[in-house]
């Protein structure tokens, strides 16, 4: 198989202050191969893909593309010069620009650009892709699935040997998802090798032909797809045997307190500016409920009206049994509602801000900006959650944007657990973070649940809604179209549901 590698990294090592973040990496790939890069959030994933790229240069180790010996890289161009392209999952085109502007950008090296060229050799490397996207077309008018193929076309088109896909489908629907793997497997059959970086474990098994496993900045090993089952691949990335995740819940038990059938929120009616039609809805105390549906159906909607954070048109809420007025965030925050957004860098982190400072954000707007805490009293807050949620960080002082994803999340949620919440709304709480730090938000829910809080959870993954869930509030087409506990918690009876059938 040697002949046939085009990409071979050996001894990878890079620290940075405090931290190893690759320990004698090696990683090959293979032309014509799709070869997912596997590990939890702060593995190495991102440094190792850093490296291979040019943005970080290596403490030792060796590049070799092709078995042409050893290669320097010390910046993105010298990749991109070498055939490797990436392709981030944030798209990093300019959406005021046609298709084939983006696709051609930077290339003309200052001479006078041949549109009518330039849009021929665009349509004609989208056809060959088979994209449904035209050369002339905005880029803006462009569904996110097909802004990402337009990126892969670029790399694809820049004599690509190696492509890095980064959480490529992060954002895209089942469709979606279906559409850019036809594109991958086009690819591999035309000889390109692809690096897939991914927290989906369903998406690797259906696309992929080998896994390498990273962990603590260490390599764990390679495997081909055939060999390595899902729960191998899951210990193996958490470092510890697990048979499954199922029995997440059996660990948490469930709240015994005399108010156990109190409903701590209750909403009738309620709608907003969101589109959703008109929805009844309530929680108990220590229960964990659930928004599920497909993409677009409208759950996030549900919470965001419930939380005030979309303007809210009609129904009516009532706490413990009593009318409030919720119209805005803060009225909520101070009913003792808090909400984890779906977005966590558009809504949730404040990026060049301190984790500590992102921690105490929503404590000091309830008390007033006014009344600012003490140092000692935010350090202290802070090292507290560190310590609870178990939040990988240098120190309080670090910027919150230098973290992992997962890491991220732990902040945020850190942020409104500060707040000692009777109501915690978790929209997408485990989206795109590594599978460790997901049972740890899993465990953490039930565990707060059994305290007395009363928490509703939304995921994409409807097995990780089973399991934290106690009851289910079904949506289609943005309306409430049924509710599911006990026996009737399955996946069948939730896409039976979804799908209307009687």
Same mark, same amino acid.
């Given at each position: ?25 090696? /990683? ?30 290596? +403490? ?14 010390? @910046?993105?161009? +010298? ?24 696709? /051609? ?23 060959? !892709? ?71 474990? +369903? ?50 038990? @469930? ?5 156990? +059938? ?16 008109? /929805? ?10 659930? /928004? ?111 973290? @992992? ?54 995921? @994409? ?27 009737? !918690? ?13």
């Amino acid at each position: 198989m040697e002949d046939n590698r085009v990409l071979e990294m050996r001894g990878i090592v890079k620290t940075f202050p405090g931290v190893k973040a690759l320990q004698n990496v090696d /990683f090959s790939l293979n032309k014509g191969e799709i070869h997912a890069l596997m590990g939890e959030n702060g593995a190495g994933k991102s440094t190792l893909i850093k490296v291979l790229t040019g943005v970080y240069s290596k +403490d030792a180790g060796t590049i070799t593309l092709e078995g042409k010996g050893e290669v320097a890289i010390h @910046s993105p161009q +010298d990749a991109q010069k070498n055939g490797i392209s990436t392709v981030y999952q944030e798209i990093t085109l300019c959406p005021n620009l046609t298709v084939a502007e983006n696709m /051609f950008i930077g290339r003309g090296e200052g001479k006078i650009t041949n549109w009518k060229k330039m849009n021929e050799e665009a349509d004609k490397l989208l056809q060959s !892709l088979e994209i449904p996207a035209k050369a002339k077309q905005q880029l803006s008018n462009c569904s996110i699935a097909v802004q990402q193929m337009v990126a892969i076309a670029r790399a694809v088109d820049m004599d690509c040997k190696v492509l890095i896909l980064d959480e490529p489908t992060s954002s895209l629907d089942e469709q979606e998802v279906e559409k850019l793997f036809g594109l991958m497997r086009d690819l591999k059959a035309r000889g390109v090798g692809i690096i897939f970086v991914t927290h989906f474990l +369903d998406q690797v098994y259906e696309v992929c032909d080998k896994i390498t496993v990273l962990r603590d900045g260490q390599l764990v090993g390679e495997y081909e797809i055939k060999d390595l089952p899902r729960v191998q691949l899951v210990a193996k990335m958490l470092g510890k045997e697990m048979d499954d995740l199922s029995d997440i819940k059996g660990e948490g038990g @469930s709240y015994e307190g005399a108010d156990a +059938d109190e409903r701590v929120f209750e909403a009738s009616e309620l709608q907003s500016n969101a589109g959703i039609k008109p /929805f009844d809805f309530y929680i108990k105390k220590g229960e964990v409920n659930g /928004f599920t549906g497909l993409l677009g159906s409208g759950r996030s909607e549900c919470v965001r009206a419930i939380f005030g954070a979309d303007r809210v048109l009609n129904g009516t809420v009532k706490m413990h049994g009593k009318e409030v007025k919720i119209g805005k965030p803060l009225d909520a925050m101070k009913h003792g509602i808090a909400y984890l957004p779906e977005d966590r860098k558009g809504d949730g982190i404040i990026g060049d801000l301190s984790v500590k400072e992102n921690i105490i954000l929503a404590l000091q707007v309830l008390t007033g900006f006014f009344k600012p805490f003490s140092k000692a009293q935010v350090n202290a807050f802070a090292e507290e959650y560190i310590k609870k949620l178990n939040i990988k960080t240098a120190s309080v002082d670090t910027p919150i944007k230098s973290l @992992s994803g997962g890491n991220q999340q732990k902040v945020i949620l850190a942020r409104w657990l500060l707040m000692h919440p009777e109501y915690l709304i978790l929209d997408e709480p485990t989206r795109g973070i590594d599978v460790g730090t997901k049972v740890d938000i899993q465990k953490l829910v039930l565990e707060l649940a059994k305290e007395g809080m009363s928490v509703t959870f939304i995921s @994409s993954e409807t097995d990780e809604m089973l399991r934290t869930c106690s009851r289910l509030v079904v949506m289609r087409d943005r309306k409430v179209v049924g509710e599911l506990s006990g026996g009737d !918690l399955t996946q069948n009876k939730i896409m039976s549901t979804i799908a209307g059938d009687k």
